[in-house]
């Protein structure tokens, strides 16, 4: 565009000086009148668009909202207006016209522009700013008027501008059903044609309406898939101009690349084996650049590909052959593609059927599978990655394998290691797949659960110690952390391996810390949460164990702080404490900011108002940044840089940029951020500015709206198998964001600023008794509403799995609350009370009365001096932070029926109009044991404060986490060594206890009423 | 194990690897989506099998502005490297290498006259990669960069302004053999 939507466009040059500067200095009373004087002289209508544009800037509503009108009847008239008016129009009412109103207005005064003008240079203007508000329908008009306009010309864009355009439309909300599949037929049958041209034309010319540049066949190819047949996609496959080797041999991957995970989610494995062989020989044969196919993706889906095969045997050995070829040139490659290939030789071996594996007769684990993964870890072993490319095969391995693996071929290979700092590294690799084959089931095997009468508590018998067991096998856990700590004090005590370190990819001893600490929370007890478990996440874990692997990660971050994945797992650690200043210290040198922290942010930022609201306090806003990075990239109703997109002709970038901006308005994080700030002012008595579903953030999302959870866990060490959850599903406080959580957190606030809203001191309605009756049916409406809402998300059957127990009661008890409103409010005191009512507040008092007992058994451990019960205590702050807000909803409810039925009496005398006297009794009732419940939160804050300002606090917190002085276990002897002992802990001690005071401290402030 | 493809949006959710790196910055969303939107071919990134993104380089295509067509720091239709990163524990296997040389496949496509890049002078980790792979200083930029990345005490730091040239520089015509004695101001840069 010429202008920006920011600033005012600029006049005709026909406009006398002095009305264009009263107009660009920003007079606009002076333009006004200018403006008006103009118009009346010369009776061109131009100046009364320029008196109308500087009045939208004037601060009264009449001047302001003339424009509006203006546009109204620009838009009525059926006149094709001026194209300067448009522009002035749309400078002038922006901020005034929501969004949502452009394509009835404004969008439909471009379009008809554009018929009426469908040459004029301005017509992609006008286009532009149909996008710009995301009209698609005004849009994908004015394209289609330019393409019919520039049938052949060399600027391909119309033709495509115009296709791109009817196919987001036939995908958008924004299409009428009734036109929806007309569209959908239009975008492809013109993309077909074009097809056909490139099929049928020795060479496609810039002017020729067929496909030529690679972002054109990608939008074939992406609206083939959504409108078209499979057959048509798999017949153009096979085109040897339109096809994927085609397309390859061109040098253009992504369509082969894109081709592959569309085969697979058919299940068109014979295709796929097909088109990996072809496109992986057309290297061989010089037709591409040699390795330009070698990607990892292609040589596993090839392999797969065999292995589904009906003759097996024959496809693998094909995949072989094709292999042999690369290895004999893998001399000439990058490291990274002879890497590939070592990773296919491992995964055509692990695809071969067992039948074919020929275990040696002396050792059964002796298989061609164990052979290939040392071979492949002799080369690889000392890299960063080593343990990740082989721990899904590692985790494959039978019993016998694993044995063989672990206790014959890895010592070996140990044993021929001549340099002593690759010993070390190999070591560390070793107590990792220790760790790991520990989390894998064919290492256990079942053992009765009743031996000579007596029941047996462990289910398994471990194959590789023999010992009784869980899963994990503890023996082989504690066993794994003597020898780490062995092998970490071995390299501490060696100063020149210490001295190689630094050349080294990483420091063996992080791994070997790493190894220990998993160990350490398993050994504990700790384990995935969700609603159905032990309420808080630290109660049936072994402290001592938890807090020996804390303390063992916070050692080994001062020895590699670099190293994201510790850090990341160390703030998980340090939440689950409760110490969140502290694991605010680790967060916040990881400096998560801007475009990554739609991904990253719940690593800290989930349920955080619920541990330490206190957080919040102090200078700058915890979460602006999030807030900031939503603000800023959602403001337009476009998707950001989308004009960029279009401009260059980059069609599959619109696509792929509309879908990302569609899901970033949907996101979890989003929602989260909203509802945690929220949650955090009213902890502290702050209003809020807005209510959050007129938040410009929120202003889209309905029940009906799925939101995204995209958190980013990639950068976790995970180094458990693929038998069981991933090291993040057990250090969560509980079950990750999620649409049901986003939505009944987001519906639970609208109930909130429901019962808050209060109207402004003086408004002072004329007729105050009409007023009140409609008052009271909009509020039985948006009940009713919230009501249904809350209770279809409570019902649904992902629900339980989605909340920690303390928030499943919360948002159940609002639900309930919700209904008891309505109940009431629809109830007169005439009325018969209705029976649900009482089974409804039983709910409700059953269900409070749950979560108070949970609280209340954390909460009674609390003494003076203080006991190892306290640790319960300072680790459940979540389960108090939502008795509270339940509390506090169900207090807020009741003053919300008293209020009404107070404000109803007032107004009509005769009580009729009155709510019930019953329903008014029970929800006083519930009131009280909201409040007694306050008192106990109360008094609990204050215990807690008073037990932590007690002494001998340091020697406490050692004493939790070894046990008493001098009889420790093998365990904690292993991590004293580590660490320094109890010296070396001592500051940690005092880290975590300032940490926790700190928490309670900002507890002591928060509200209770 | 890597993949290499064209950047989607959806990668900027998995770039914890590359981008909790302190050596790597992270834009607002703003800028990625201009280079995807304008070019891109020039955006590539580097998987892991999980689907995290382990490498990545921006690139774009430009020329100076034709009012400076005349001058003698006019740059003609090239290609430039803005940004390349690869996670810790993808280094060493060449994966900045086989970005860099897609980027230039790329710039070959679209007829460019080089690829160019900045890089910090002190910065000699980088600049012997970049030297390996048949990049040579062109300029230096006198105070480019407002800090210096070893040396607290200065408050600014020379840049290499280095090109390789693509096909289209059949005569070497856009490159030096002694870019390092031609010194130019911040100023002479667009």
């Known amino acids: 565009m010429s202008y920006s939507r920011y600033e005012p466009p600029a006049l005709k040059n026909s406009v006398d000086v002095q009305l264009q500067t009263a107009f660009n200095d920003g007079n606009w009373n002076t333009a006004v009148r200018l403006a008006e004087k103009r118009f009346k002289a010369l009776k061109d209508p131009y100046y009364e668009v320029i008196k109308i544009s500087a009045e939208s800037q004037l601060d009264g509503t009449a001047e302001k909202c003339a424009v509006l009108v203006a546009i109204d009847k620009l838009v009525k008239g059926k006149t094709v207006p001026d194209f300067d008016t448009l522009s002035l129009y749309e400078w002038a009412s922006d901020g005034l016209l929501h969004h949502s109103d452009y394509a009835q207005t404004l969008g439909t005064l471009r379009a008809r522009w554009v018929k009426a003008n469908p040459k004029n240079p301005n017509a992609v203007q006008c286009l532009q700013s149909c996008l710009e508000y995301w009209d698609l329908v005004n849009a994908q008009q004015i394209a289609a008027t330019m393409d019919r306009a520039f049938p052949n010309s060399s600027d391909r864009k119309y033709m495509f501008w115009s296709i791109t355009l009817t196919f987001l439309l036939s995908i958008s909300p924004q299409c009428v059903e009734a036109t929806r599949k007309l569209y959908s037929q239009l975008a492809l049958k013109q993309l077909e044609r074009a097809a056909d041209i490139t099929e049928s034309s020795p060479k496609v010319e810039p002017t020729d309406r067929g496909l030529l540049t690679e972002q054109e066949f990608d939008l074939y190819y992406r609206v083939l898939l959504t409108h078209g047949t499979k057959d048509e996609f798999l017949r153009r496959m096979q085109s040897p101009r339109l096809g994927a080797l085609a397309q390859l041999k061109e040098g253009r991957k992504n369509l082969f690349w894109e081709t592959l995970g569309v085969l697979e989610g058919w299940g068109e494995w014979d295709r796929i084996f097909e088109l990996c062989r072809e496109a992986l020989n057309l290297g061989i044969q010089g037709s591409t650049p040699t390795f330009f196919a070698c990607d990892w993706q292609v040589w596993k889906k090839f392999a797969v590909a065999a292995s589904k095969a009906k003759n097996d045997e024959a496809a693998l050995s094909e995949v072989q052959g094709v292999l042999d070829k690369f290895v004999s040139i893998k001399d000439k490659a990058t490291e990274m593609y002879k890497k590939n290939i070592s990773l296919t030789l491992l995964e055509t071996t692990f695809r071969l059927p067992t039948s074919t594996l020929s275990p040696n007769p002396d050792h059964k684990g002796s298989t061609p599978r164990v052979t290939q993964l040392i071979l492949f870890l002799v080369n690889y072993f000392d890299k960063l990655s080593a343990f990740d490319d082989v721990k899904d095969y590692v985790a494959q391995l039978t019993f016998e394998e694993a044995k063989f693996f672990m206790e014959n071929a890895l010592p070996k290979m140990l044993g021929e290691e001549p340099e002593r700092v690759k010993q070390v590294i190999l070591k560390a690799l070793q107590c990792k797949l220790q760790y790991l084959l520990t989390t894998c089931p064919q290492t256990l095997s079942n053992h009765p659960s009743v031996v000579d009468g007596v029941d047996q508590d462990k289910p398994y018998r471990c194959r590789f110690c023999s010992e009784l067991a869980s899963l994990p096998c503890e023996h082989c856990l504690k066993k794994i952390i003597v020898e780490a700590s062995e092998t970490y004090m071995e390299i501490s005590a060696d100063s020149e391996l210490v001295g190689l370190i630094p050349r080294l990819d990483k420091d063996p001893r992080l791994d070997l810390a790493l190894v220990m600490v998993n160990s350490l929370l398993k050994l504990g007890g700790l384990r995935q949460r969700g609603s159905d478990v032990a309420p808080s996440p630290l109660r049936d874990v072994d402290s001592s164990l938890f807090l020996q692997a804390v303390l063992l990660l916070d050692t080994q971050l001062k020895a590699t702080p670099a190293d994201m994945g510790l850090r990341l797992l160390l703030v998980q650690l340090y939440l689950l404490l409760g110490c969140v200043s502290y694991a605010h210290q680790i967060w916040a040198p990881m400096d998560v900011k801007r475009t990554i922290q739609d991904a990253l942010g719940p690593l800290f930022f989930d349920r955080i108002s619920s541990i330490s609201p206190g957080l919040f306090l102090g200078g700058k806003p915890l979460m602006e940044p999030l807030r900031h990075h939503y603000s800023h990239s959602l403001h337009d109703a476009c998707p950001l840089r989308i004009w960029d997109a279009f401009s260059s002709g980059s069609y599959s970038s619109i696509l792929e940029m509309s879908d990302y901006d569609s899901k970033l308005r949907r996101s979890c994080t989003l929602m989260m951020t909203l509802v945690e700030e929220r949650q955090a002012t009213k902890c502290f008595g702050g209003k809020t500015e807005l209510e959050i579903d007129d938040l410009p953030l929120a202003e889209n999302i309905v029940d009906e709206t799925t939101l995204v959870n995209k958190t980013d866990y990639g950068s976790f060490t995970n180094l458990e198998s693929c038998h069981g959850p991933p090291i993040q599903d057990f250090v969560r406080l509980g079950p990750e964001l999620s649409n049901e959580r986003a939505h009944l957190g987001f519906l639970t606030e609208q109930y909130l600023d429901l019962l808050s809203f209060k109207a402004p001191k003086d408004y002072k309605p004329a007729r105050p008794n009409e007023v009140a009756l409609k008052e009271r049916s909009y509020l039985t409406e948006r009940l009713a509403h919230l009501n249904n809402s809350l209770t279809n998300f409570i019902h649904q059957a992902e629900t339980p799995s989605r909340l920690t127990g303390a928030e499943l009661t919360y948002y159940t008890i609002v639900s309930l609350l919700s209904g008891g409103l309505l109940t009431g409010l629809t109830t007169t005191r005439t009325d018969a009370v209705p029976q649900t009512l009482p089974l409804l507040t039983a709910a409700i008092r059953s269900a409070f009365a749950g979560l108070r007992t949970v609280f209340l058994t954390s909460s009674n451990g609390v003494s003076t001096p203080p006991t190892a019960n306290i640790f319960a205590s300072l680790t459940d702050m979540h389960t108090m932070a939502l008795l509270r807000a339940t509390a506090l909803a169900i207090k807020h409810s009741a003053a919300f029926m008293l209020s009404v039925h107070e404000k109803e009496l007032a107004r009509d005398r005769s009580g009729k109009t009155a709510l019930h006297k019953d329903i008014l009794v029970e929800m006083k009732a519930l009131d009280q044991l909201a409040g007694k419940a306050l008192g106990e939160i109360k008094t609990h804050v204050q215990k807690l404060k008073t037990a932590l300002g007690e002494g001998g606090w340091l020697d406490r917190v050692l004493e939790w986490t070894f046990g008493d002085e001098g009889g420790e276990d093998e365990v904690a002897k292993a991590v004293g060594e580590v660490v320094g002992g109890r010296g070396g802990a001592e500051e940690w001690a005092g880290k975590l206890l300032e940490s926790w005071r700190e928490g309670v401290k900002g507890w002591g402030t928060v509200r209770l009423e | ?190």
């Open chain 2, 1 to 190: 194990m890597a993949n290499f493809r064209r950047f989607r949006p959806d990668d900027l959710n998995k770039l914890s690897k590359c981008n909790l790196d302190p050596l790597t910055e992270t834009y607002e969303l703003g800028f990625y989506l201009q280079y995807h939107a304008k070019w891109p071919s020039l955006f590539q990134v580097a998987e892991d099998q999980h689907g995290n993104i382990i490498g990545y380089i921006m690139g774009k295509l430009e020329s100076s502005p034709d009012v400076y067509q005349f001058s003698e720091h006019y740059l003609p239709w090239h290609a430039h490297i803005t940004a390349v990163t690869v996670a810790p524990e993808a280094r060493r296997l060449g994966i900045g290498k086989l970005l860099s040389e897609q980027l230039e496949a790329a710039a070959d496509e679209n007829d460019a006259w080089f690829v160019d890049l900045f890089v910090r002078s002190t910065n000699h980790r980088a600049i012997a990669f970049y030297k390996s792979m048949g990049y040579s200083v062109f300029r230096v930029v006198k105070d480019y960069y407002g800090d210096h990345s070893s040396d607290p005490t200065q408050s600014s730091e020379d840049a290499f302004d280095m090109r390789k040239p693509t096909k289209r520089d059949v005569k070497r015509e856009h490159i030096r053999d002694d870019g390092e004695k031609y010194e130019v101001d911040p100023t002479d840069v667009w």
